[in-house]
């Protein structure tokens, strides 16, 4: 005999706009049909069983579609694979929860009322989610925590750097060249590519925001992280030995850090130490894609998701944020065949002891520069038109990367603010709190 459904809410296709209930020791569940709209798009009548849909369970497929509503997207397959990874990382009552989160940072009492849950349940909850990496709390001096929804790369994967199973690395490793869209990619990526500092000549004209040293020279606070990418790798008994402690956030992003282990705090000369280590590795140095910096990413071109996925396309320069790309200078090449073995994007060959460079391959890291003997190769600023646009700074891109995917215009977004303001208006009347 099935076991008797507990009182739940069940949210559906569009969040917690509308919602199926469990009735109380009845072995069913009520369907519905409603009309729906999505910060003010109507999408029409919708019928819907919270208990399974195209195989998969609805509450999951929910989750997922929602957080494919965030800048980084989750898109859909049709193998499932992206709905098997919620299911190991969040449990019910956690995707339920997760769904009543947005892209503006609120305080518990406010996603208690739109949970409909007791606050220090929803305290208790959230606090819990954030500490697993599942969503994203920020908290400032003498003031309660906030949190958000936290997208799933950059983000939520990342953050899993202490809870990887093989059973994660297997599925995530068959999710991702489906999570990256080259399209998407090319017009709003998340991460760009700086050169490594010796790779710089003297005479190159180079913005202070391509300086990845100059970059870490504006922040104040550094953590440093192990590289999620190689563990994942490791665990699968492929990938390298290089550095593993390369990964860098600065600014809000370190008290997250901090408070949930997933780093340890580091001095300026630390991190600088860490991007000339990267060097000496063969490391590509890739920050996150704006003017001002919350993160620095150390990646190897065997283990990086991105860059493996990346090495897959016919032309792999076109599709990375880069201002720079190697020359070649065949009369100075003695046939060494260091930059062959250093190039991440095999946009090196060696041709009768002289490096042939494929322009469409490469993705101006300059690690081929930086340890060429006779000065053969440099690097050289790409033409104008060539030439990518760099946000101000995460939001600014992560805006700009939401409406390139169509998922959210200017009009959504002041639904999003308004909806949020009222929430947080109407939370504060005693009518309204659950016990």
């Known amino acids: 005999m099935a076991a008797p459904v507990s009182p739940m809410v069940v949210h559906t296709g569009i969040m917690d706009l509308f919602q199926t209930r469990a009735v109380a020791g009845k072995n069913h569940i009520e369907l519905s049909r409603q009309p729906v709209s999505w910060y003010g798009q109507d999408i029409g009548l919708i019928t819907f069983n919270p208990l399974a849909m195209d195989g998969f369970p609805l509450l999951y497929k929910e989750l997922a ?23 190991l990382l969040f449990s019910r009552e956690e995707a339920n929860l997760a769904l009543c989160l947005t892209l503006i940072s609120e305080p518990a009492p406010t996603i208690a009322f739109r949970a409909g849950l007791p606050l220090a349940e929803t305290e208790k909850r959230l606090e819990s989610m954030a500490a697993k990496g599942l969503i994203f709390r920020s908290r400032q001096p003498d003031k309660p925590p906030v949190y958000m929804a936290a997208q799933f790369v950059v983000g939520i994967w990342e953050y899993q750097v202490g809870r990887l199973t093989p059973e994660l690395v297997t599925l995530m490793n068959d999710y991702m060249p489906d999570l990256m869209d080259p399209k998407v990619w090319k017009q709003i990526p998340q991460m760009r590519t700086v050169p490594v500092g010796r790779s710089i000549d003297t005479h190159l004209e180079v913005m202070t925001y391509e300086r990845a040293e100059e970059l ?14 190689r563990k994942e790798r490791q665990m699968q008994g492929e990938g390298c030995d290089k550095p593993m402690d390369v990964c860098l956030s600065f600014g809000d992003d370190e008290n997250f850090f901090i408070k949930n282990n997933f780093g340890r705090r580091a001095t300026l000369t630390e991190v600088l130490d860490i991007l000339k280590q990267a060097d000496r590795a063969g490391l590509v140095l890739q920050p996150s894609n704006g003017r001002e910096i919350t993160w620095l990413c150390c990646c190897c071109g065997c283990c990086c998701g ?3 996925t990346l090495k897959t396309y016919p032309n792999p320069g076109q599709l990375v944020s880069s201002a720079f790309q190697a020359t070649a200078a065949p009369d100075l090449c003695t046939g060494c065949g260091v930059c062959e073995k250093r190039c991440p994007m095999d946009a090196i060959q060696m041709d009768n002891d002289h490096a042939t460079l494929d322009p469409g391959r490469c993705i101006g890291c300059g690690l081929c520069v930086s340890t060429c003997p006779t000065r053969a190769l440099s690097l050289a600023r790409k033409p104008g038109p060539l030439q990518p646009h760099v946000p101000k700074d995460v939001v600014s891109a992560s805006l700009r990367l939401l409406w390139k995917r169509g998922k ?10 308004g909806r949020s303001f009222m929430d947080r208006y109407r939370s504060t009347d005693p009518g309204n709190r659950h016990p």
Not at 216 to 229: G, N, T
């Open 65 to 87: 579609q929602h957080l494919d509503r965030l800048p980084g997207g989750f898109p859909p397959t049709e193998r499932g694979v992206e709905i098997k990874i919620l299911e």
């Open 216 to 229: 870490v020279k504006a922040k104040r606070h550094f953590v440093v992280a192990p590289c999620i990418c």
């Open 306 to 308: 991105i860059l493996r």
């Open 408 to 417: 959210m215009g200017p009009a959504g977004l002041l639904s999003m603010v």
